[in-house]
């Protein structure tokens, strides 16, 4: 592998992110640490507590949180309490569980100075529809915005400013970490970019195809924009499973154990390869 800054990007995707724990405990176990840290939404929840931990032992902080009860009430209301709440409001969600899941795990009265290694998290700004990335303040309420699924959880106001998921403008943010130096970078992406899209067949399909077409596109391009020099490795989930396309497969936390345990082989089979290169 080359030398210099090594970042670590932790793209979007709701309870697949689980895949990123494992892709983790292999960096880790490679001997690989981040210079800098950037996330979008679960990635953004994941790489914050990477940020302030830069170790093996994060993983094992993440793989308890992510089987945690506390996990499971971020999505946890039921069908009737979401959509009463979806008819008087815009959103499924209340954003009070996954508040507190960050201030257990972070503190609420964290900054981004305070974590261990530089992190960046993004999010939409819907005033000035445009991209927004947070890297000083306190994080708790940064971390919110960017995973404030649009639908699920109600916009993070922030300063006068309202913030939604930063998968909207830019879920596996390569460019961004190119823009702040970095040379070697491992991207931690929850399986969709791995799969070939078919034209949809059910109504709500047809929002998940264009999202996902904006989305690869951006990382395409980026990916296709690389400077010279620049090394990026796209580590794998070892496959994900056919209900993970299913509309609600946001709320399947039962799933975790078995996603972190195939991204962990099939990334550190990656990473093996690579480092003998």
């Known amino acids: 592998m080359a030398g210099g800054p090594v970042a670590f990007v932790l793209g979007g995707g709701g309870v697949l992110g689980a895949v990123e724990v ?7 176990r490679a001997r690989i640490r981040p210079d800098m840290v950037l996330g979008t939404s679960i990635g953004a929840v994941n790489g914050a507590l990477v940020a302030a931990d830069p170790s093996e032992a994060v993983t094992d902080r993440l793989v308890r949180l992510w089987a945690s009860p506390e996990a499971s009430e971020v999505y946890g209301d039921s069908v009737a309490r979401q959509l009463r709440r979806f008819a008087a409001r815009t959103h499924l969600h209340s954003p009070r569980p996954l508040r507190r899941l960050l201030e257990s795990e972070l503190g609420e009265e964290t900054t981004f100075a305070d974590l261990k290694v530089p992190f960046r998290c993004c999010a939409a700004n819907i005033e000035r529809a445009a991209e927004h990335w947070f890297h000083s303040g306190p994080v708790v309420p940064a971390v919110l915005a960017s995973a ?3 639908g699920l959880l109600p916009p993070k106001e922030i300063d006068g400013q309202h913030y939604i998921d930063g998968g909207v403008v830019n879920s596996i943010p390569v460019g961004e970490a190119v823009a702040l130096g970095a040379q070697q970078i491992f991207v931690l992406q929850v399986g969709r970019i791995e799969r070939e899209l078919s034209p949809p ?9 264009a999202f996902e077409i904006a989305r690869r596109h951006r990382f395409a ?8 020099g620049v090394e990026v490795h796209v580590l794998p989930t070892g496959g994900l499973e056919p209900r993970d396309d299913s509309p609600w497969a946001y709320r399947d936390i039962a ?5 972190i345990s195939r991204a962990y082989t099939a990334s550190r089979r990656y990473l093996d390869t690579a480092l003998e290169r």
Do not use: C, K, T, Y
């Not at 494992?22 to 880790?28: S, V, W």
């Not at 067949?201 to 195809?209: G, L, T």
């Open 22 to 28: 494992g892709m983790l405990r292999a960096l880790f």
């Open 201 to 209: 067949r059910r109504p709500w399909e047809i929002a998940q195809v």
């Open 255 to 259: 799933a975790v154990g078995r996603r």
């Open 221 to 228: 391009r980026e990916m296709a924009a690389l400077p010279e």
């Open 148 to 150: 404030s699924v649009p």
